[in-house]
Nanobody, 127 residues
Framework: QVQFLESGGGSVQPGGSLRLSCVTS????????VTWFRQAPGKEREFVAA????????DYVDSVRGRFTISRDNAKNTVYLQMDRLKPEDTARYYC????????????????????WGQGTQVTVSS
């Protein structure tokens, strides 16, 4: 069974930074892309960022582009999400997931495409 362990969340003031980590038990990790999603109370889980298998290609939701940076270390089976200039609307629980790269599914930005999730890590941005 595939496992994901997210960490690095916390409480910060607006404008602050956090670095999330996602360690996965996915075998042959270097053949998978990884996505970050987030879910705020009362809202649907939404796509935040994705990184391809080799760490070259990445994509972001418009609301975080220029503030968040996704990266990966294939030797450690780990993906990171550096979050800068945090805003209150970034408050949510953050989750990671993996997809085969190349992807032949419907849409890797759709959370319903994934069958395995970790517990997530809570990010709270408040003054």
């Amino acid at each position: 069974q595939v496992q994901f362990l997210e960490s690095g969340g916390g409480s910060v003031q607006p404008g602050g930074s956090l670095r999330l980590s996602c360690v996965t038990s996915v075998r042959t990790f270097s053949t998978y892309g990884v996505t970050w999603f987030r879910q705020a109370p009362g809202k649907e889980r939404e796509f935040v960022a994705a990184i391809g298998r080799d760490g070259v290609d990445s994509d972001y939701v418009d609301s975080v582009r220029g503030r968040f940076t996704i990266s990966r270390d294939n030797a450690k089976n780990t993906v990171y999400l550096q979050m800068d200039r945090l805003k209150p609307e970034d408050t949510a629980r953050y989750y990671c997931a993996a997809y085969p790269d190349p992807y032949y599914g419907s849409n890797f930005k759709n959370p319903t495409e994934y069958g395995y999730w970790g517990q997530g890590t809570q990010v709270t941005v408040s003054s």
